[in-house]
């Protein structure tokens, strides 16, 4: 087997905290069920269809705000940045993904658009200038799993998929890029997905004591 070269990973929930947890926290201080908007954007008929729509760039943030609040049955004002109130950075992974680059393996960030206003989730996370290729879903009118997205961020990483391996956390975005001969990962706690890239890479991307 060749040595792999090229690392892409998703954006929320594996650069980030959990995206799930940020949902619980909003239920709790929106007065919902612990499970409302998850549900609504992922089961509900109408719900998934406007989050798709969202992350294909078929319809602005504020109209995506608007709608699925009406679903919620609460007021829209800056509906996403209020939903991700609590999410950050996942420094270790961020530190390890640099340190993959800065072995020589070229870095991707490959994301589902959320939109970029009023809440622009990818402010200060610095992705045009610390990652060699970001491909966010919404400039393609595609989102993941559409099989022909994966083919594009291949194109922008310039390899093959043999060359390269994907972390998502979500299960179902991880099926596309193992048709195109990609190492994938399942992100789940930041130590344990770590651990599987440096075992993908053959590096080790952490400080050892």
Request: hydrophobic share 45%.
């Amino acid at each position: 087997m060749s040595r792999r070269t090229g690392l892409i990973l998703d954006f929320g929930g594996v650069l980030t905290t959990s995206v799930p947890a940020c949902a619980f926290g909003f239920d709790r201080r929106a007065g919902l069920p612990e499970g409302t908007f998850l549900s609504v954007i992922a089961k509900d008929p109408v719900g998934s269809a406007l989050y798709a729509d969202l992350e294909r760039g078929a319809i602005t943030q504020t109209e995506w705000n608007a709608q699925t609040a009406a679903l919620l049955g609460i007021d829209g004002t800056n509906l996403l940045g209020r939903v991700l109130e609590d999410l950050h950075p996942e420094p270790a992974m961020i530190a390890a993904a640099q340190a993959a680059r800065a072995a020589g393996i070229r870095l991707g960030i490959f994301s589902n658009s959320l939109g970029s206003g009023p809440h622009d989730v990818y402010a200060g996370y610095d992705l045009t200038t610390t990652y060699d290729a970001v491909l966010i879903s919404e400039r393609y009118r595609m989102r993941k799993p559409d099989p022909e997205i994966y083919d594009i961020m291949l194109d922008l990483m310039g390899l093959p998929g043999e060359a390269c391996v994907f972390v998502d956390d979500t299960a179902r975005n991880l099926p596309p890029a193992q048709e195109l001969g990609v190492t994938t990962i399942l992100a789940t706690d930041p130590a344990t997905t770590i651990a599987q890239v440096e075992a993908a890479l053959g590096l080790h991307l952490t400080q050892r004591t």
